[in-house]
């Protein structure tokens, strides 16, 4: 099955203690992308990917860091974590970049930082 | 920088009813994108069209390139439906790829 899995889908964290958010998708897709959703906001981009070793900062990449060492795997890292990254994040895949194909999206993860 | 409108963004209607949710962006388009986000869930998508009509099922998705205008219409609406509907569009100017509206959050009541 078709499916971009993120982990954990739950995680409450401290300020300042690192932690990574994993993607990983099974469809060979080139384009990767991590988004923040706030409400009121929206759907905010993070980071992207076009293909293994090339990512691009988004509308919001402060705080975050991202790396495509595998076409499969997207991870998010936040080295520092602060109150204010406490949202619900998205990772999601496509074959080109999103808007010219189906977007396929994880399931979520809702972070909290107290 | 495209602004992508919803509206409404709130809809409460009783099951059987037919549903509008409209979509409106300033800059010309590529693509037009409608998701569906259920409570606690993940991000489906349901549709992807540049032009005309599509439809699924009970849903139906339109554009109209010229007025920058998308609608998607739930017909016999039911419970299951109820969810966010997001609207995003791709501009085509790079690799940054889709703007989101800020979502209808849709409830349909028994």
């Known amino acids: 099955e078709a499916q971009v899995t993120q982990n954990p889908r739950y995680l409450i964290t401290v300020t300042g203690k690192k932690l990574t958010v994993t993607c990983s998708q099974n469809?060979?897709?080139?384009?990767m992308s991590w988004y923040r959703q706030d409400p009121g906001l929206g759907l905010r981009q993070i980071y992207y990917?076009?293909?293994?070793?090339?990512?691009d900062k988004g509308d919001v990449p402060e705080g975050y860091k991202v790396s495509r060492k595998e076409k499969r795997n997207f991870p998010l890292i936040l080295e520092s974590p602060s109150p204010n990254q406490t949202s619900l994040y998205f990772c999601?895949?496509?074959?080109?970049?999103?808007?010219?194909?189906?977007?396929?999206f994880g399931q979520g993860t809702r972070l909290t930082v107290v | 920088k495209n602004e992508v409108e919803q509206s409404p963004q709130n809809l409460t209607a009783q099951e059987g009813e037919f549903i509008t949710i409209n979509c409106s962006y300033s800059?010309?388009?590529?693509?037009l994108h409608w998701l569906q986000q259920h409570p606690g869930g993940g991000i489906v998508s349901l549709f992807m069209?540049?032009?005309g009509k599509k439809k699924h099922g009970r849903l139906i998705a339109t554009i109209n390139i010229q007025e920058k205008h998308s609608s998607l219409h739930i017909t016999a609406s039911h419970p299951r439906d109820s969810a966010v509907y997001i609207c995003?569009?791709?501009?085509?100017?790079?690799?940054?790829?889709?703007?989101f509206g800020k979502g209808t959050h849709l409830i349909i009541q028994p």
């Open positions: 800059v010309g388009i590529s693509a």
């Open positions: 469809m060979n897709h080139e384009y």
């Open positions: 999601a895949s496509s074959p080109s970049p999103l808007g010219r194909d189906e977007a396929f």
């Open positions: 069209l540049s032009s």
């Open positions: 990917s076009m293909n293994v070793e090339v990512t």
């Open positions: 995003a569009v791709d501009s085509g100017g790079g690799a940054d790829g889709l703007t």
